[in-house]
């Protein structure tokens, strides 16, 4: 026997416990503080510990419970950042994923599981209507728009008398809205942040369109090189969905790379396709089963339309990995089209939460989540004491609390940043925090396949609570 063996049974004994410990935690999620009662020391204590040098066995699983009551908690009453409700099923499938542990490098490392991937990653295409899209999936958004922007750094530079790509001249167009991803990609791709062009929004924190053409027509007569615009299809702050059949036709005319950030909102589309019309004129496209598809952390994906550019971006492939079949499917290797070499079985859980429940369980928890927004919204609106601060087109809400209207924004900046705080700490729901045009917000987001209208009636009572002893 080698030291680390395990047999069959005792498994089987440990794969029980927690499965216990899990359905457990499930069944208590409702009755739990959203923020647990915990403190740094507290986890300093339990989690800082030296490494044993003999093994405890099962006692080893003892510490499972300090981990599940020290943990933030995903119940209802959850609306913070854009942060999906990890759907239990799919999270049995990662079980399966990690014994198995296929490295979904290539089809011969991973048969099943590429084809699996292949499947899942046409089925998100298709629902959000860019079938025939090719793509794979990823960590998250940021490394899905990093690669998307690699893709178009690639395909729209151009060649100079040296023979050799320079994108230091060339210029990356997105609203003065976009996810701070947009920024980290282009400083990481060696085009430098002042060459990441924000161009302003309108009152509903939409890119305005006329900017953009008039940003690229100052670029263009200063020997510049535009390369590409990013588009968001749900902005993180407030959900805006940019005009994307107007950016299209502008790229399309200056051969700019058009890059949608779906991260939050694309799956959106599943349920509510008419809002984001122009998704398919996209080059690549961002989306996050791990938010608005409820999937476990983490699972990102990465669509595009032609997956020659994501092979000039990413194909640098050694002799060692080189594949050794003529067949389309045995000698296909994700490595190819991604950034990524070794990859876990991230498409198991969707497959089998998506199998599980099928497409329509999902587009209607999307459309509850939807209504869900709306309600919040017009009950803010209608409040005396609370302020809407942006269209809800999806489900983000963004509002502050008004103590009374002579107050600055300053004072009220303060003031609702101190509420934040005391709702926190009451941890009944958790909400999180934006600013809009100098304003804080308090940052009500719905992409939780938990949340009720008791719920989100509950964001209004607590912030009046907290607001109360101000
Ligand atoms: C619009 C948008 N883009 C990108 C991201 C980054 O996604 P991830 O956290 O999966 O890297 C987010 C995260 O909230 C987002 O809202």
Redesign the pocket.
Known sequence: MRSLSIAPEAFRRLADEIADLTANYLATLDSRSTFPPTSGARTEQLFHHPLNEQGLGADALKALHDVVENSRVQNGRFFG??LGSGEPVAALADLLASVLNQNVTAWRSGPAAVAIEHTVVNWLASAIGCAGFHGHLT???????LMALAMAREARTPVNESGMKDASQGVVYASDEA?M?IAKSVALLGIGRRNLQLIPTDSNFRLIPSQLEKAIRRDQAAGKIPLAVVA?A???NTGAIDPLPEIAAIARANELWLHV?????ALASTAAPAIFAGLDLSDSL?L?P??WLYQPL?C?CLLYRDPTHARKAFAHTGEYARALSNDPVEGFAFFEESMELSRRFRALRLWLSLRYHGLQAFRASIQEDLNLAQRLASAIAQHPRLELLAPVGLSAVCFRYLADTSKTDEQLNLQNAEILKRVLQRGRVYLSNASLRGKFCLRACIVNHRTTEADVDSVIAEVLEAAGGL
């Open positions: 950042y854009v960590g998250g958004g940021s490394s899905a728009n996810h991803s968001n749900g902005t993180v950030d779906g991260a939050y909102g961002s996050d791990h938010k983490d990102g």
